[in-house]
C-alpha cells in the first residue's frame, strides 16, 4: 500500500472575499484552495477526497457562477512502510519520490438551491516521476491517476456578514457532496510496485463546515475548518480483493491577514474493518490508521486573478501504509 496523491479538496473557493471583488478583483478563488495528499490502504485503495486533500476554506464555494481552473504539484519521499503494529515493517520494504502533476476545473451554476450555491468539480493527475521501491523491485511507475470528480456540491453560508461584497464571511459556512473516484488511470494487478490507477469506482460521500471568527489583534479572523469523508470501497474485479471502508477527517486551523492565510493543516484517517480477499478477512486485517500535520499558507495575486497556495504534509502516525512526508503546491485562476 501507498498513497498516492491527493485531491483536490479540491479547491474549494470561498464565497465571499474582503480581499476579492472590489479591492482585488478575485471574488470566487479562495474556494478553490484545498489541495492535500492522501494514502493507500491495502492493495493501493485510497481513502477520503481528492488528490491533495483538503484544509483552509473546505466549505467554501465561489459566489460567482463560471469555470475555474487549476493545477497541483505534489512531490513525496516514502522511506519504509510501517505496519499493523504502527512501526517500521521488517517483512515489507518500501520507499520511493513520487512526483506527480495535476489539472482540474470548477464549474459553479448560475442558480441557488435551498439558500446555497452549487458546483461540480473534476481533477485528473499524472504520475510523472513516481520511482518506488518494493522489497528491493524497483520501477517507474508513471502515467495517468485515477479521476476523482465533487459530481455535486451544495454550500450555504450561515453567518450574518451583511451585503457588502467586501465583507468576509464571519461565522459558519456549511457543505455537502457526493463525489467519486473513476478508474481512469494506469493500472496492472501484477506490477510488483503501486500503479497510479487503482481499478476502482469509489463512492465517497463527504461534508465540510468552516467558521471564520471576528477580526482579531493578528489580522482578519481565525478560520476552523474540518471536513469529513466517508469512502465506500467495493471490491476489485481484477484481484477479487476488497478494502474497508473508511473515515478520513481533514482539518486546518489558519489566520487571514490581507492577501495572505497561513497555519497548520492535517488529517486522521481510519479503516473500518479488514481487508479481505474472496471474501476472507487477511491475516491482521491490514486496517490504514493515519495522521498528518503541516503548515499551510495562500497567497492572493489580483493581477493574476489568481491564488497560490502551498501545503507540507508531515507523518505524525502511520499503520498499514507508507511512512512519507509530501509537499503540494497549488496555482488557482478564474476565468
Known amino acids: 500500500m501507498l498513497p498516492v496523491t491527493s485531491n483536490t479538496s479540491w479547491p474549494h473557493m470561498m464565497r465571499r472575499l474582503v480581499y476579492q471583488r472590489k479591492r482585488y478583483g478575485l471574488a470566487p478563488l479562495f474556494a478553490l484552495l484545498c489541495l492535500s495528499t492522501h494514502a493507500h490502504a491495502a492493495e493501493s485503495i485510497t481513502y477520503g477526497g481528492p488528490r491533495g486533500g483538503t484544509d ?23 522511506d519504509s512502510y510501517y505496519g499493523n503494529n504502527a512501526r517500521s515493517s521488517s517483512a515489507l520494504k518500501l520507499n520511493g519520490s513520487p512526483v506527480l502533476g495535476g489539472a482540474g476545473l470548477i464549474y459553479v451554476y448560475p442558480f441557488k438551491f435551498a439558500g446555497g450555491t452549487l458546483a461540480t468539480s473534476a481533477l485528473e493527475t499524472y504520475a510523472a516521476v513516481a520511482h518506488l521501491c518494493v522489497n528491493d523491485v524497483c520501477r517507474n511507475s508513471t502515467g495517468l491517476g485515477d479521476l476523482y470528480s465533487d459530481i455535486l456540491m451544495w454550500s450555504r453560508y450561515l453567518g450574518t456578514s451583511g451585503s457588502d461584497p467586501q465583507s468576509l464571511p464571519y461565522g459558519l459556512t456549511m457543505k455537502v457532496a457526493m463525489s467519486m473516484n473513476f478508474p481512469t488511470g494506469k493500472y496492472s494487478a501484477t506490477s510488483p510496485v503501486p500503479t497510479p490507477g487503482i481499478n476502482l469506482y469509489r463512492i465517497i460521500p463527504n461534508f465540510a463546515l468552516t467558521y471564520l471568527t471576528q477580526p482579531n489583534a493578528l489580522g482578519d479572523g481565525l478560520e476552523i ?111
Request: charge should be positive.
Open 225 to 335: 475548518s474540518t471536513q469529513f469523508f466517508y469512502g465506500i470501497t467495493p471490491v476489485n474485479g481484477a484481484t477479487n480483493y476488497k478494502s474497508g471502508d473508511t473515515i478520513d477527517i481533514d482539518f486546518a486551523v489558519s489566520e487571514r491577514f490581507g492577501r495572505w492565510q497561513a497555519g497548520v493543516a492535517g488529517n486522521y484517517a481510519v479503516q473500518l474493518s479488514d481487508d479481505k480477499i474472496n471474501g476472507v478477512a487477511v491475516p491482521g486485517g491490514n486496517r490504514v490508521g493515519l495522521v498528518t500535520l503541516g503548515p499551510v499558507a495562500s497567497l492572493a495575486i489580483p493581477r493574476w486573478k489568481s491564488i497560490v497556495k502551498i501545503k507540507v504534509q508531515l507523518p505524525v502516525y502511520t499503520k498499514n501504509s507508507a511512512h512519507l512526508s509530501a509537499i503540494v503546491a497549488t496555482l488557482v485562476r478564474a476565468f
Open 56 to 78: 483552509i476554506g473546505g466549505a467554501y464555494l465561489p459566489a460567482t457562477s463560471g469555470f475555474y481552473g487549476f493545477v497541483l504539484g505534489y512531490a513525496a519521499n516514502a
